[in-house]
């Protein structure tokens, strides 16, 4: 039975009755007293495929742009739009989410995202219509950016803080690992000339492979309704016995005895604050324009910035090049040698030329060249090395990650990255054969990601504790603008004149490297904003 005492002062005990003496805690203490073990493992698989989901929805378009050119009547303009479309989705609906969790649940949300995603996916793979494609896309985006973007925050909620960082610099590394698997699947299927008759649909291998990347959240959607809610989510919503059974739970897996022994017996909580929908909602709102409006003024305004251009350059740079380099090196791989004269090698503009390619030789005399749909030829050598360019870009962030452990390190890292990466940018068109602009190009994708991750680490570094997830959300919303702008500018820089293409990136992350000189102090906060904010 549970009873409540204490109601006129700040705390509420909430006691569970038991034959053995009662031990107090509240739910951090309780958590910690489970231990780490085989159910936390379990739990962190269980969930993967709901995160991996999120990163297939804003991956696998990249991988199909080349071969579905012709049945979707792409130009180089619409492709970019398809790949930037799901980063629009994310960044115009990521806020809208926060409000429902409190009430419906995270685990609840993904199971409702994953039954969305499993339709639209299987849409898309059948879908003959660009506009069709494009509003499924947007979608994807929505979900990526709402209910699988959950997934870090949920599975905290389910470890104490002393083991919590390891746990999340790990899981991270396990879930960025879905960067990988949709080039693979690309290397695997897309070059085989597979056609198959469903339903009077004509499946070819661009959407087999759609299918195939759809098994995912179907996993997803699986694992998602064995995961338990949260057991701060279950306290919060005043569901106490569930949590403590959920908690002696965890404690029998992970500890491997009696869950009778759980040694915490009377949880105290909280009184809940928690009142109606819109009440809830409206005091975060308020509470997220004040902080907002916090950040954009002084003394926060020059470091709050500093961090959300850094950030615009870092993901408009890793999301346009990384989404980019399997239809571009297509292109390269499709030119006609036979046909170049120059006593020197072509450059990347002349090769992306559509009249220099081998597909092209049949259609040159054509008065109308520009409108005809040229059948790229698919080999399997670009997705191996996009693959290898993926797991670059997941191996060297995490160690580079495992290195900047301190505000130089960060500085010297951030950098030799944006280095790099610029000198990548303004290479590229010079760099005289397929494979050296290969290697610029991953080099600027995989700078970029490691450039990202530690703007990421200097938020926490310089914004107060009460403003950091304000910030966070901020740099998020930023990083999804950044790709979608990315993704527009340089496919309609494609048709018009790439090298503007490149040279703006290089440009932009020129910018960025001269500002990394200049890294800002922490700024703290007055009692009087620290009181605010946390109102």
Not at 277 to 287: P, Q
Not at 289 to 299: D, M, Q, R, V, W
Not at 392 to 420: E, H
Not at 455 to 480: E, F, H, K, Q
Request: aromatic share 12%; charged share 15%.
């Amino acid at each position: 039975m549970v009873t409540n005492s204490g109601s006129n002062g700040k705390i509420s005990t909430i006691t569970v009755r038991t034959d053995d003496t009662d031990e107090t805690g509240d739910i951090d203490k309780a958590i910690s007293a489970t231990g780490y073990g085989m159910f936390n493992v379990m739990l962190f698989l269980a969930a993967l495929p709901v995160a991996w989901t999120g990163i297939f929805d804003t991956t696998t378009t990249a991988f199909i742009i080349a071969s579905a050119e012709c049945d979707l009547r792409l130009t180089f303009f619409d492709k970019g739009v398809l790949c930037g479309f799901p980063f629009l989705g994310m960044a115009l609906t990521s806020f809208l989410w926060d409000h429902l969790t409190p009430h419906v649940g995270m685990r609840n949300l993904f199971i409702f995202g994953l039954l969305v995603d499993c339709i639209l996916n299987l849409l898309a793979s059948a879908i003959d219509s660009y506009y069709g494609f494009l509003v499924i896309k947007f979608f994807n985006g929505v979900l990526a950016g709402g209910p699988f973007s959950m997934v870090a925050t949920y599975l905290s909620e389910f470890h104490s803080p002393s083991y919590k960082a390891s746990f999340t610099r790990w899981g991270n590394l396990a879930i960025n690992v879905a960067i990988i698997i949709p080039a693979v699947l690309a290397f695997l299927i897309t070059p085989l000339p597979l056609t198959i008759n469903v339903f009077n649909q004509r499946y070819t291998a661009w959407r087999i492979y759609l299918l195939v990347c759809s098994i995912v959240p179907v996993l997803g959607l699986v694992t998602a309704s064995m995961l338990p809610q949260s057991p701060k989510f279950l306290v919060e919503n005043g569901k106490l016995d569930e949590a403590l059974m959920l908690l002696k739970r965890m404690y029998a897996v992970n500890r491997r005895k009696p869950a009778d022994t759980f040694p915490i017996k009377t949880l105290l909580v909280w009184p809940s604050s928690q009142g109606s929908v819109f009440k809830t909602n409206s005091e975060k709102i308020r509470l997220a324009y004040y902080n907002t409006k916090l950040l954009f003024s002084s003394p926060y305004l020059r470091v709050f910035m500093f961090l959300n251009f850094l950030q615009f350059g870092s993901m408009l740079g890793f999301n346009t090049m990384r989404l980019w380099v399997p239809h571009l090196f297509t292109i390269l791989n499709n030119f006609d040698y036979e046909r170049w004269t120059e006593d020197r090698a072509p450059t990347i503009r002349e090769m992306l030329d559509r009249r220099m390619s081998v597909p092209a030789r049949d259609y040159l005399d054509y008065p109308d060249f520009n409108n005809i749909c040229i059948t790229w030829k698919i080999k399997a050598v670009v997705y191996q090395n996009s693959s290898i360019i993926a797991v670059s870009a997941v191996v060297f962030s995490f160690l580079a990650g495992m290195v900047y452990t301190s505000k130089f390190r960060k500085k010297i890292i951030m950098l030799a990255a944006f280095f790099i990466s610029v000198i990548s940018s303004f290479g590229i068109n010079w760099a005289q054969s397929t494979p050296y602009m290969l290697t610029l190009a991953a080099a600027i994708i995989v700078t970029t990601r490691i450039t990202g991750n530690i703007v990421t680490a200097m938020n926490i570094d310089v914004i107060p504790i009460p403003l950091r997830s304000t910030s966070l959300n901020v740099l998020v919303t930023v990083g999804n603008i950044a790709a979608v702008l990315g993704n527009f500018i340089f496919s309609a820089l494609l048709d018009v004149e790439c090298l503007v293409g490149f040279m703006g990136i290089g440009c932009l992350l020129l910018v960025c490297f001269c500002l990394s000189f200049f890294h800002p102090r922490p700024v703290k906060m007055s009692e009087k904003n620290h009181s605010m904010s946390n109102a």
